[in-house]
């Protein structure tokens, strides 16, 4: 068995590797003048772990390729699973992509493997899915820490305190309550942030409007310092710039999708999912 490293997951490929003393199989990756993509891989092995984050549509074509060009079983090891929020049919004539995209891999892939997929509607789509959860290593980051985490809305209140019971601090997610008959504020549903440094807790940090208004919030509620902490730091957008320019101290992220903010490894959770097998 070998590791095969896609350029959307140089870094968690390698970790990956020598975790599982497993070789990395040579690639080769080029772009043709018309813009088409080419891969080759040589490898004489009979299974391979594929790791590739999809964090754009080029991402999609290099695992694609990638698995098309290997013999024997694949296990795709894809840490973010970039078009899951398209989960199901908004808008009637919508395609659902992450059916799409289950459809495309299933029929390469032995097995699936991810982390925090979107939701689970998403992930209803598969079925040699292994949905991992790296909440507690985000807690295990802020362990001992003097903060309080929150979920930016109630649908990820449960996520943020899987990682608070890790870290031992307080938590609470932000609600909208009518002020009056023209406003609505958001507030922390239970507990005060007054003075405290605050960590909102996401699963992805996409635009980064979600925590911008949040923090922008927290700000006024006498917040003392705003630091955000997500899985997925997929960051679109010049995201990054406009978060650290908002007053938010800091972004803590995973290296499912590989940033200079990825101080988290997933090499560990998925190595030993993969021993499982
Ligand atoms: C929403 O369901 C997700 O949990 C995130 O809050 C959202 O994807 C963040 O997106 P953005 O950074 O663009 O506000």
């Known amino acids: ?9 140089p870094l968690l490929a390698k970790r990956m590797a020598e975790r599982l003393k497993l070789k990395m199989a040579e690639v080769e990756f080029k772009r043709f003048p018309d813009g088409e993509l080419y891969t080759r891989i040589k490898s004489d092995e009979k299974e391979h772990v594929v790791v590739c ?11 694609t390729l990638s698995m098309e060009a290997l013999k024997g079983k694949i ?13 199901k049919v908004f808008l009637e004539g919508e395609a659902v992509s992450i059916r799409a995209v289950a459809r495309l891999l299933e029929s390469y892939a032995e097995k699936i493997m991810t982390v925090n997929i979107h939701s689970a509607d998403a992930a209803s789509h598969f079925k040699k899915l292994k949905n991992l959860d790296a909440m507690p290593l985000l807690g295990n980051y802020y362990r001992e820490k003097d903060i309080v985490m929150l979920s930016p809305d109630k649908g990820s209140v449960e996520r943020v305190k899987v990682a608070a019971e890790v870290a031992g601090c307080e938590w609470d997610y932000l609600e909208k309550k009518r002020v009056d008959a023209y406003t609505v504020e958001v507030f922390p549903k239970e507990i005060s942030v007054e003075g405290k440094k605050v960590v909102i807790v996401d699963d992805i ?6 925590v911008i208004e949040a923090s922008k919030r927290l700000k006024n509620l006498g917040a003392a310092e705003i630091e955000v902490s997500c899985v997925h730091a997929v960051l679109a957008s010049f995201a990054a ?5 908002s007053g938010i101290s800091d972004i803590v992220a995973t290296d ?3 940033k200079i903010f990825s101080k988290i490894t997933v090499a560990d959770l998925l190595a030993s999912a993969l021993k499982d097998l």
């Open 1 to 9: 068995m070998d590791v095969v490293a896609c350029p959307s997951s």
């Open 53 to 63: 984050s999809l964090n754009s549509n080029e991402d999609l074509t290099l695992l």
């Open 75 to 87: 296990y795709a090891v894809v840490p973010y699973m970039g078009y899951a929020r398209q989960d």
């Open 205 to 210: 940090i996409s635009t980064g409007g979600t």
């Open 241 to 245: 710039a406009r978060i650290l320019s």
């Open 256 to 258: 499912t999708v590989e």
